[in-house]
């Protein structure tokens, strides 16, 4: 692993055990976690697509957020990509990177949605660079997989 992957790794272990502090302490809601992915997310995409035509279809902005986006992050692409065609799209990691050193028992469980809240962030800032407006959530049934759901909100 490279030495840029460690520091994202602890950076991201890091934002989230201050939030979990901050969310024990004061019951406040972890918005700014999922902001902070927003902002990251947004501008990660602007390095990204700095070269490329922009997108025109909504599938293909999802495409991009399944292979370059996530590979750019998570050093390997989604496992899988699900769309109804009405605007709600399901992305499947199986091996979730901030999962991955967790037990895969259901003692985690509970710490889940704040370890994936940041992730959420990151694909919503994404897809809001490329004009895509929605609302981003995650289930965790079982780890280290992820489930994100995408919800675009048309204009």
């Not at 998570?74 to 496992?79: E, F, G, M, S, T």
Request: hydrophobic content about 40%.
């Amino acid at each position: 692993m490279a030495l840029q992957d460690i520091l994202f790794e602890f950076l991201h272990h890091e934002i989230v055990a201050y939030f979990n502090e901050k969310q024990d302490k004061e019951k406040e809601d972890v918005s700014d976690l999922e902001y902070i992915g927003y902002s990251c997310g947004y501008r990660i995409v602007e390095r990204l697509t700095k070269d490329w035509p922009r997108f025109k279809e909504e599938l293909d902005m999802l495409k991009f957020l399944c292979t370059d986006f996530w590979s750019s992050i998570y050093k390997r692409q989604v496992d899988n990509l699900r769309t109804n065609h009405q605007g709600v799209y399901v992305l499947l990691d199986n091996d979730f990177r901030f999962f991955s050193r967790m037990s895969s028992g259901n003692q985690y469980l509970e710490h889940a949605p704040l370890y994936v809240t940041f992730t959420c962030g990151l694909v919503r800032g994404a897809l809001a660079n490329l004009g895509l407006n929605c609302v981003v959530s995650a289930e965790v049934h079982s780890l280290p997989a992820c489930k994100f759901n995408i919800r675009v909100q048309k204009s």
